[in-house]
């Protein structure tokens, strides 16, 4: 288990988390959307990274959310609905940063109100999910 330096470092990944998801949700209200989809990614990156070090990792390497939360099974099976669902974040990593990683268009043209409702909605997921196992943990 996670000592309190490691607790506190997990606060700190969790607080960035927060921010990041609240501001998915403002820059999607302003339209957005490529953004908002990246800043989801980074929201539920972040949260399963605290999650993480709460357990007691010293490092976290990556930004697969896919990766991450197959880790996190390894310390917590409930984890394998957070791995059904978070990696569908993944594709926003680079494509909604990057026009190469788009035929024909720029992330600022092509996505929409559908991709970040829908990018909030698993962030949102993801973030609760961590935040409640990391409430369990003595500490």
Not at 18 to 25: K, M, Y
Not at 124 to 134: G, L, P, S
């Amino acid at each position: 288990m996670a000592d309190s330096a490691a607790l506190k470092n997990a606060g700190r990944w969790m607080t960035q988390s927060s921010i990041d998801l609240a501001d998915a949700e403002f820059v999607a209200g302003a339209g957005r959307h490529a953004l908002a989809c990246f800043l989801c990614h980074q929201s539920a990156e972040k949260a399963v990274t605290a999650f993480l070090l709460a357990r007691g990792a010293e490092q976290v390497w990556g930004h697969s959310l896919a990766d991450l939360c197959e880790d996190a099974m390894a310390v917590e099976p409930s984890f394998d609905f957070m791995k059904s669902i978070g990696p569908l974040l993944d594709k926003h990593y680079l494509g909604a940063r990057y026009p190469g990683g788009l035929p024909g268009g720029v992330p600022a043209e092509v996505y929409e109100a559908y991709d970040s409702d829908r990018a909030l909605e698993i962030a949102r997921d993801v973030h609760q999910f961590a935040t409640e196992r990391i409430a369990q943990l003595p500490g």
